[in-house]
């Protein structure tokens, strides 16, 4: 298990250290971050229906469409 | 081979009657094999003939559709991370990060083998192929020589043992073939049991222990180096292809 945890270590830092060099997810994650919030502020009216109810299906089309 | 179809201690490779097909295509055809540790095999065979088929399954890449081999005393069936850390393999892709310096590459890979100090190790295989100097640089920078010395660093991080070397002077000038001839060297007078697949006839036997030929998914040929004619070593490497 020791072992185990220390390759899914291993994998992360080279996956971070990678990103840090290159930089090219970060531009990706940055406009699809930014389309994300512009399409669910237009197409949600927060005076009609509560924040609480739509905010758990808000976080899974991000998380499914990231 | 032995007589109760098993490897002996001294056997780093024993393979006995591997087949592998692809749908109708006949891959490997019964494919024996041996090879003792700290000997050298090359093996020779045109193109199609089924020696990186034979390699992925002896490196347990790929499963083969009937047979059995034995690979640093472990049956390739098991294919478990024991028998892994036992194979380092060099073939076309490099399986290095180009974003990455040849440093934090195999820090990478030390740290995927779990040994001790991994910057430390890194370092030294480094030092060990030749590239001290450009151990900070990023891998894409790097020519196909340096690239494929790095590869070789990479596959003897975890000290394993045995290695099988997929054509490793493919894409190099005479320069950088050198070069890494001279590294081949150093790992064979170490008594590191190498399996190489290569093309280049004159770089096949002036390193090996063992020669042998596949042609058509079969082992066309084996025998020991010092009972080869190695100047007529071509016109028999072509008419062994051609009978078989």
């Given at each position: 298990m020791k072992d185990y945890c220390?390759?899914?270590?291993?994998?992360?830092?080279?996956?971070?250290?990678?990103e840090l060099k290159t930089k090219e997810l970060f531009a990706s994650m940055f406009i699809f971050a930014v389309l994300s919030i512009l399409i669910f502020i237009f197409s949600i009216n927060l005076s009609i229906v509560n924040a609480n109810d739509v905010g758990p299906?808000?976080?899974?089309?991000?998380?499914?469409f990231s | 081979m032995s007589e109760n179809g098993l490897p002996s201690p001294n056997h780093i490779l024993f393979v006995k009657?591997?087949?592998?097909?692809?749908?109708?295509?006949?891959?490997?055809?019964?494919?024996?094999?041996?090879?003792?540790?700290?000997?050298?095999?090359t093996i020779f065979g045109p193109n199609g003939a089924g020696?990186?088929?034979l390699i992925k399954i002896l490196s347990s890449l790929a499963k083969p559709t009937s047979g059995t081999a034995y690979v640093a005393g472990f049956n390739i069936e098991d294919a478990n991370p024991q028998m892994r850390s036992q194979i380092g393999v060099i073939s076309h892709a490099s399986y290095l990060?180009?974003?990455?310096?040849?440093?934090?590459?195999?820090?990478?890979?030390?740290?995927?083998?779990?040994?001790?100090n991994p910057e430390e190790r890194a370092a030294k295989v480094i030092d060990e192929m030749g590239l001290k100097a450009r151990m900070y640089d990023?891998?894409?920078?790097?020519?196909r020589g340096m690239t494929q010395r790095l590869s070789i660093a990479r596959a003897i991080i975890n000290d394993p043992a045995i290695l099988f070397l997929d054509e490793p002077y493919t894409g190099l000038d005479q320069h950088a073939s050198e070069n890494l001839k001279e590294r081949l060297m150093v790992l064979r007078d170490a008594k590191r049991s190498i399996v190489m697949i290569t093309h280049d006839i004159p770089r096949g036997l002036e390193m090996c222990d063992r020669v042998a030929i596949m042609s058509?998914?079969?082992?066309?040929?084996?025998?020991?180096i010092n009972d080869i004619d190695k100047?007529?070593?071509e016109d028999f490497y072509y008419k062994t292809i051609a009978n078989s």
């Open positions: 220390a390759q899914i270590t291993a994998i992360v830092w080279k996956d971070v250290l990678s299906g808000v976080l899974w089309v991000a998380f499914i | 009657a591997l087949r592998k097909t692809f749908g109708l295509i006949q891959a490997l055809r019964g494919i024996d094999l041996e090879l003792f540790k700290g000997e050298f095999l020696k990186t088929t990060y180009d974003n990455l310096s040849a440093l934090e590459n195999l820090v990478f890979y030390a740290k995927m083998h779990c040994l001790e990023p891998v894409g920078v790097f020519s058509s998914g079969k082992k066309a040929f084996m025998g020991h100047d007529g070593f």
